[in-house]
């Protein structure tokens, strides 16, 4: 089964060839089955190589998690335990033929590292209930990440220059492409990352709450502040939507000046400027009160994933 996977700085998002999407935080924590107990269902835990580890939300959970930065990250054990978890949470069959992406920047240094890392592995970890998942990659196809958005979009793009506004967690890149005849060609000298995504949030509602209502909130549980409208403080239920609203809107100002600081041209440049990643309505609704040519990928947070899917479909 064709599969692509998105390892994110924040969240992992997969998607298969039923059109089947998963996404979970990109957090991993060694644990003990005796932890479990009754956890709810929408939790994994995982057993591999006779370690029990909790995955996603459920690590979030946990005091010592791993939340990998560096290089390595994309070919090392904490991706594999990611990607491992995303096949089994999209009831993958065993045979896996694998999309996976990059950051631009990373790609060319790292690419054949990734491919080697996780092509022709044959693999096996078991659930919470005891029922064991074996996979094998029968192929895997390293993308780079915004370009991967673009395929994403069924209908064809028109030949023209493109700037895809990849909106994440922790970063936000910017890629520049030029499309002539059904070829992309990134233009690299007008692609960065800026380091500001929309973990910012998370910040600073913390801050926010801490002074609004005197105590200090753990950040980690607000890592999915974009699905609540309400927290509790010492016991009394608080609504968050204003606080939200301002510091999303901060944020997204925020981002999209740093972006405009560094892009050598003018948005309204571009034929169109493409807005991907979890945090693009965000950026996007901030932008399209300036200009025209702003569109957001539809389920703007799987677009790379589902890019990858498509990529490898073409057999690229
Ligand atoms: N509908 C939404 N509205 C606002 N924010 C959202 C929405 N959906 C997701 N997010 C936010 O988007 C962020 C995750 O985006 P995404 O999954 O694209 O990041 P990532 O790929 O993990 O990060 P990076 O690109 O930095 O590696 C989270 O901070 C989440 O709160
Ligand atoms: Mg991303």
């Not at 200090?216 to 403080?233: A, C, G, K, N, P």
Request: proline letters at 3%; charged letters at 25%; aromatic letters at 10%.
């Amino acid at each position: 089964m064709r599969c692509g996977i998105d390892v994110g700085f924040g969240f992992t998002k997969a998607v298969n060839e039923k059109g089947k999407e998963v996404v979970f935080p990109s957090a991993v924590s060694k644990t003990f089955m005796t932890d479990i107990g009754l956890k709810p269902t929408s939790d994994y835990f995982v057993t591999y190589l006779n370690q029990t580890y909790a995955v996603g939300e459920a690590a979030t959970q946990c005091l010592i998690t791993e939340t990998s930065f560096s290089e390595e990250r994309f070919f090392s054990e904490f991706s594999k335990l990611l990607v491992l978890t995303a096949l089994m949470a999209l009831e993958s069959d065993r045979e896996v033929e694998l999309g996976l992406g990059l950051p631009l920047m990373l790609y060319p240094k790292l690419k054949e590292k990734v491919k080697d890392y996780f092509e022709f592995l044959e693999e096996i970890i078991i659930d919470k209930n005891g029922i064991a998942h074996s996979y094998h990659i029968a192929r895997c196809e390293v993308f780079p990440q915004g370009v991967g958005a673009l395929f994403s979009i069924t209908s064809p793009v028109e030949d023209g220059i493109y700037c895809i506004l990849d909106v994440g967690f922790r970063t936000t890149d910017v890629i520049v492409v030029e499309i002539k005849s059904k070829n992309i060609n990134p233009l690299l000298d007008m692609c960065f990352t800026v380091d500001k995504g929309m973990s910012l949030a998370v910040e600073r509602l913390g801050l926010m709450i801490e002074r609004k209502y005197g105590v200090s909130y753990d950040t980690s549980l607000l890592f999915d502040i974009h699905e609540r409208s309400h927290i509790s403080v010492r016991g009394r239920k608080i609504d968050i939507e204003p606080h939200k609203k301002e510091v999303f809107r901060a944020i997204a100002d925020d981002i999209v000046q740093s972006i405009s600081r560094r892009l050598q041209r003018g948005f309204d440049t571009f034929d169109a400027v493409l807005a991907s990643g979890g945090g693009a309505f965000t950026v996007a609704s901030v932008l399209q009160k300036e200009f025209s040519n702003v569109q957001i990928i539809e389920n703007s947070q799987f677009a790379n994933a589902k890019g990858y899917l498509a990529l490898l479909s073409l057999g690229l």
